[in-house]
């Protein structure tokens, strides 16, 4: 039974939350007081009772997690780390400051944020992740709680996520959504009609207990039962009201993401019962258990594919992944049904308790895919290289999150063939390159595939892999090294007349094409730039010193921001180093111009003109213009 | 009641699908025969007696709509065409060959597909945003009916589709879910569950039929109920078999996307009972009416900005939004609950009748303005630019439909200030450059803006248009032009030692910048890019010969991809066209390389180096060093 003292102490912490959301947003001039002050009374139970955390040891284990999926809410979960006593109300009043670690949305510039958050929808799915890490890898009892908001319940990435959380059965994940009927703009579309959010939940396999968010018994009740179900996760539909707590606030539009001035301040401060300087403890786990041993680690045995062979690139890759999985056990895969194509299937079939099916949801897949590496685990995760566009967002704010997560995308360009244009990933390159603390990587063959997906394994931030349907011929020696920012000198002689660099498939069509001129008398330089980000510069600064400054970059992805790009971007200066010294520059890019079609790939390569045709024209017409000005 | 008849007719075209599905990818040597036979009866009762379709005239307006979402079934869809005599026999044994405008997936390459499928989960939301135009803006009783594997309902964009069509009470919208139970690489999460499918879309408001795929009778019976219905889009959940009617192929993994070898055809086709050549006259509408009159096209009045004010760019997208709803009745307007930031809430107080509120489903928001496109209307849809990417695959996809859609993001970029990383679009300008078909806009100041978002309106493809959160200073004339492909030069003389490029918010910037030079005696030529592609090469051109080939190029944006990369792709060459001649290019990409967190403008432009000292010392240092080879 809940105490009267409870219940006062609850209340009181509470009332300084939202005291502290208002302050902190006042001093700072913008913010979400409203959006902080609906679920203060949740979450003030939630700290107060519920929540393990050991805030001196982030790291412990077996911590429950806390992820405020509504990441606008920041202030109330600030003011929640200044009431465990971890920061200062000093700090407390840097929020949304130059340089402070209280940013207007969470980030893990806090050692208690595991996950940036701020664009709604994707707390929930990478909440999934950590709980399939507690689960069934970690296999300690910890709890990831999320905190939503009501108008992200409309983002799809949400139903992904409480259908995955449901199929598997992740009793140790608590949904908490704020229904505090608002958005930005006006009522949500539900409004407070908490059974239909019930409704839909249920159907989709959750508990979901709808209560009265400014019920303090309630919300102790509901939490006890969410941490006592079994296999089912559960979710707790909490009818409240934004601004709770000030009349003039209450319920009102035209105050989502406003501060308040400071004469409304006192006023509203006042009315909350005034400033309170509370510290409470907080809980720690009661376990102190290790995670449960998923394998020894033991040396990496890369697979090894013999010189004139022929293999898929996404074949090795598979092949990799299996030779990985049994070397490191922290190393975890995920699929989104594809894993037949993308070669997954060898590693799922070898490490069942490793590999996590993610149907085709692929946003849910990258989520989980943060959410294992919060954990500490090594994520590979795979499909078409054209489908992870679906989860841009995710990837995008995985980097702002310093996540550690690696992608590998199948069946990339026009050279898959018949199956058409919406399965040719075309802008994966352009688009992963745009990711702040990414790798892009893009293998010719199969031991270079192995040699990069190995360090792949041990590579911080975004690393994306990017594979090929086709078998191509096997070109490099099994002891070749390809150390991720360098490149392949493929052929190279101090007559060349020019430099034709390409990546993956279209290295093949460059060794066609050096043939092809080697017997008209050209000889040309050609590199194998597998390493698209970082980029291998000196060799590619030396190539445009070498060859008269003709260079010919070709690659299967549309001409804007891909190999191209990343050529040419390797000739750009900065203020503080020299600029490339040589010959003008005469770069052609080779790329994709029009939308394809389906055709065979030499078909395809060759209308793309990217084959090894358009590559002997593009140098011909360089050899032939006479060097400029 | 059903005749024996219609019932001996109906498995009879039933069976033909089956045998062309089977021809056709086994001529092709692959393609998906299985999964195009488990709705072979459901699509022969539809053809048969419930769609109306006018073949001759695709575009008369009065037709239903039919999507396969399920992309992969294209041979069942073109073997429809033939049962309709639409196709011949010779052109559906193309299937998959180059040249042949029967593609892996269906595209608009054949008159009667509407949209391209392909990417799974996109089918529905896309016949929603037809359905909207039917119901709400054409006003007409067309029905549109959306094909649908079952592995693709755990994509959440479908659970974006199901919310939305039940909140706009789409009863002109039909679903059939193929539940054959097997994906591409084995069971399906829910398998045949067809009652935990009902229960869902039961719970999202839908009316759910659960039935055997392949009883006539039963399918029969659906349809009529589907489109007797009122307010209430409905969902037909169809238990089949994948492979269905050949022994050897019934539910049986292994056979997703795999043509078969020409002995199993003739075995398979003897099963079904040999080649058909049934032509079956598909019913015209009854209704043939125009639709309805929304307004009447006036003259565009733009809005006009007094030199040396200070307006947000955003806020004149709003205003001129508001201005082309006034002019032109096709104009409609979406946004994903940020309408007030974006400025759309304008226009959708005006035209209520022309607005879709989309909440936050970004995906939705974006399949819903391909839908309406479709329909000939003119969708501007916005949202914060960063949330943009939550919708990348459908505006991907979008191309491979040679869509007209055109899309706004607001805030973009670090001067958005103290929200921090999460809500700054920074790879935006990337991911649309490579986007085919694309327009990227991104105007610096009220005045351009509105002469932008005019010419957006008449622009095919995907247009993009980047706008800033900061009031920035009016700099331009309401009198002058801003052309797409053009640029604006803004400082120029004779005796210019470098070149600034920059667009949106670092034109005033480089504005700031070009003062603090000329005090010091150092000119620089100040060029505004507002059209970022196409860019306008001749003038860059000018300016590096006119510059000793000292450019500095300034954007708000990651590095990788964007202003920087649009500039230097002006330099490359191609087998056809002369190289640039000139000095040798000596370009400085200023742009964002580390994560930004909050600050105000001013802090974050500093501090990302894209601000007036950053181009200042750019400049200088490109002055400083001697010229090279």
Known sequence: MTTHEELHQWHELAQQLRVDSIRSTTIAGSGHPTSSMSP?????????????????????????????????????LYSMYKAAGVISDEELRSLRHFGSRLEGHPTPALPWVDVATGSLGQGLAIGVGIALAGKYLDQLP??????????????????????????????????????????QRGQTELGWNTQAYANRARAFGWQAIEIDGHNLTEIDQAYSAAITVNDHPTVIIARTIKGKGVTSLEDLGGWHGKALKPDAQTQAIAELGGERQMIIEVDKPEEQRQPASIGKAKALQLPTYNKGGKVATRRAYGDTLLALGAAQPNVIALD???????????????????????YIAEQQMVAAAVGLQVRKYKPFASTFAAFLTRAYDFIRM?????????LVGSHAGVSIGQDG??????????????????????????????????????????????TTRESTPVIYDPQEQFPIGGSKIIHSSHRDQATVIGAGITVHEAIKAYDRLKKEGITIRVIDAYSVKPIDVPTLHQAARDTKGN????????????LGAAVLDSFAGTSNTPFYQGPQLRLIKLAV????????????????????DAIVEAVKSQVRQPVGV
Do not use: C
Request: hydrophobic share 45%.
């Open 593 to 612: 111009r029009d939308m394809p079609a389906s055709g065979t790939p030499e078909e395809l390569l060759h209308a793309a003109k990217i084959d090894a």
């Open 551 to 562: 260079l010919v970059v070709v690659e299967d992805h549309w001409i804007e921001g891909g």
């Open 142 to 183: 910890y709890h990831t709680w999320v905190l939503l908001g009501d108008s992200e319940i409309a983002e799809g990435s949400i139903w992904e996520a409480f259908d995955h959380a449901a199929h598997y059965t992740l009793d140790n994940l608590i949904a908490i959504i704020d229904v505090n009927r608002l958005g």
């Open 398 to 406: 995985a980097a702002v999150s310093h996540a550690n997560i690696k």
């Open 40 to 76: 203060a009374d949740l979450m003030a139970i939630l700290l107060s009772k519920y929540l393990r955390y050991d805030f001196d040891h982030p790291g412990n284990p077996n911590n429950d997690r806390l992820i405020f999926s509504k990441g606008h809410a920041a202030p109330l």
């Open 421 to 466: 244009a919406s399965q040719m990933a075309l802008e994966d390159l352009a688009a992963f390159r745009a990711v702040w603390s990414s790798t892009v990587l893009y293998p010719s063959d199969a031991n270079q595939t192995a040699k990069l997906v190995a360090q792949m394994s041990d590579r911080d931030g975004i690393v994306y892999l990017r």
């Open 336 to 358: 989104a049904e594809v894993s037949n194509s993308t070669y997954a299937e060898d590693f799922a079939e070898a490490y069942p308790e490793r590999y996590f099916e993610m």
